[in-house]
């Protein structure tokens, strides 16, 4: 999916983009969490003054994501405001050590008359998911040994002691 704008079509009027694009357009979407039926929404202002583009936007989705602990699917609710400043790319001499202001992180530079904001987009997605999926904060997990949910039920293996395991002994101390 193309989400291009052409830079001299920017006037001092502010331009809105709204669409509920399908995740399978979004390939790096899909690498980090899978594929997802559902659209998401975004709704982009682009505004222009000389040579500086600003973007403000909003953008929210309902994802299906796999918890990291008990391996069940729930659903993660993403909501994320941005704002973005453009400026056309010039060559800058880079020194060995920067200190980037917050300002610094917030701009993007571009070449050309095109501003190409699908991978801003997904860069913005991609941030606002969580790099630890839990269903819960408290979920429990899987049983190591027999793979029981444990957050649905519960299960005797860990009252089991194998006689093979390093620890075994130390189990005769807890015991009495």
């Known amino acids: 999916m193309q ?4 830079i001299h079509d920017l006037s001092q009027e502010e331009l809105v983009l709204e669409a509920f694009p399908a995740p399978s357009d979004y390939e790096r979407i899909q690498e980090a969490i899978g594929p997802q039926k559902e659209p ?11 040579d500086r583009i600003t973007l ?3 953008m929210y989705g309902h994802w299906k994501l796999i918890c990291d602990r008990c391996l069940s699917p729930y659903q993660y609710d993403q909501e994320e405001i941005f704002q973005t400043q453009f400026l056309p790319e ?3 001499p880079v020194e ?10 917030e701009t993007e530079f571009y070449q050309g008359d095109c501003l190409d904001l699908k991978d801003l987009l997904e860069d913005q997605i991609l941030l ?4 630890k999926k839990l269903c819960t904060e408290e979920c429990l997990g899987r049983c190591s040994r027999c793979g029981i949910n444990l957050n649905e039920q519960h299960c005797e293996c860990s009252r089991m002691i194998d006689p093979d395991h390093p620890f075994a002994a130390l189990s005769q101390l807890i015991q009495k």
Do not use: A, C, M, W
Not at 40 to 50: A, N
Not at 96 to 105: K, P, Q, Y
Not at 128 to 131: E, K, N, Q, R, T
């Open 3 to 6: 989400l291009q704008v052409k």
């Open 40 to 50: 998401f929404h975004y709704i982009l202002k682009l505004s222009r003054q000389g």
């Open 56 to 58: 403000n936007g909003h």
């Open 90 to 92: 010039q060559e800058v």
């Open 96 to 105: 060995s050590e920067t200190i980037l202001s917050l300002n610094d992180l």
């Open 128 to 131: 606002g998911i969580p790099f």
